[in-house]
């Protein structure tokens, strides 16, 4: 299979990303590890549930934590430019035959469940409680010094139909990965927001979450993470990078949650406004596209992602392994 033209035109206009759920087993051990490791700012907890926002943030949360006996993934959510593309993408999904539940979100107006071609939970709104900008709060600066949340990326057992479902909704290719024996895709990279990502797939068991991922002024402050990591009993957290990725261009570490949902502290990607921005296509074994110096992912990297609640995983239809590290 080959890249399908985008959808230039789509029914209802994405704005971006906007923000994760995630189940966790014990809020205090990552209320430490969000707030007082990472330095996302909370806006509101209680005994079930912690709001966070990153400095740059106007909305009132990028993440929000449930207190729950198992760690799953409960929803991504996206961003509609207005209400009338909320109504549009509730009748786009209900011709897909696609549930569509509207469900009451705290901080947020109008709000539908649905879920993607392969499973995923998603939800969409347009309107959230803003908040008095922080940006230039530097009193409250700290941890890696988050700026915003950038992307997701999860695993699909077919990455050709992952791409294929979100083009329609408008998302656009700007770099991806064909395994060439097959001729199919195994990873994509996918934006609304004009930079290299708002949604990336990546072959493996899925649909599952690979990571989300937030942006960091610069590489000196993922240097800075490493060592408060390092010498605060996260040690055993850390697990790929630091590094240049060849995708992307950005400046990256991988590091796990007291969980294992899998953050990405990413830097400077860069811009892909232009409506007739060519893909960039990677060869799988071509070892930079990972990290551009040519340092190998580890094999947890491919294998370890988080579980949507509720939601079965299937076993990938493109079978090469992108595995170089013994
Ligand atoms: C890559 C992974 C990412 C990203 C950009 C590029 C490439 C890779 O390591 O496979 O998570 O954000």
Not at 9 to 14: A, Q, R
Request: aromatic share 12%; charged share 25%.
């Amino acid at each position: 299979m080959s890249l399908e033209p985008f959808n230039l035109y789509p029914d209802f206009n994405i704005v971006r990303l906007s923000h994760v759920n995630f189940s966790v087993t014990d809020l205090a051990r990552s209320r430490a590890f969000y707030s007082d490791t990472l330095g996302l700012q909370i806006t509101d907890e209680d005994s079930e549930h912690i709001y966070f926002r990153a400095m740059e943030e106007r909305g009132h949360h990028c993440m929000v934590l449930t207190k729950s006996d198992v760690a799953e993934v409960r929803s991504l959510s996206f961003k509609v430019f207005s209400e009338v593309d909320l109504d549009k993408a509730a009748e786009y999904f209900r011709a897909l035959e696609h549930s569509v539940e509207w469900v009451d979100r705290p901080y947020q107006g109008r709000t539908f469940r649905t879920h993607d071609n392969a499973g995923i939970p998603l939800e969409f709104y347009f309107k959230m409680d803003r908040l008095a900008s922080i940006h230039q709060k530097y009193a409250l600066y700290h941890g890696v010094k988050p700026l915003r949340i950038d992307h997701f990326n999860c695993f699909s057992s077919d990455v050709d139909k992952s791409v294929s479902f979100y083009n329609k909704m408008g998302f656009r290719t700007t770099e991806y990965t064909e395994d060439e024996e097959s001729g199919r895709l195994w990873a994509a990279w996918m934006h609304r927001k004009g930079g290299v990502h708002d949604m990336a797939f990546t072959c493996g068991r899925g649909p599952r979450l690979h990571h989300t991922a937030f942006w960091v002024p610069t590489p000196l402050n993922i240097i800075d993470l490493l060592d408060l990591m390092a010498t605060t009993g996260y040690v055993a957290n850390i697990e790929r990078g630091p590094g240049r990725h060849g995708i992307s261009n950005a400046f990256f570490l991988y590091v796990l949650d007291p969980d294992g949902h899998r953050i990405e502290i990413y830097c400077s990607d860069y811009q892909t406004v232009d409506p007739d921005n060519e893909p960039i296509r990677w060869n799988l074994k071509d070892p930079q596209r990972q990290t551009l110096w040519g340092a190998p992912a580890p094999r947890s990297w491919f294998e370890h992602g988080s579980l949507f609640s509720g939601v079965s995983v299937e076993e990938p239809v493109v079978t090469a392994s992108p595995i170089i590290a013994p």
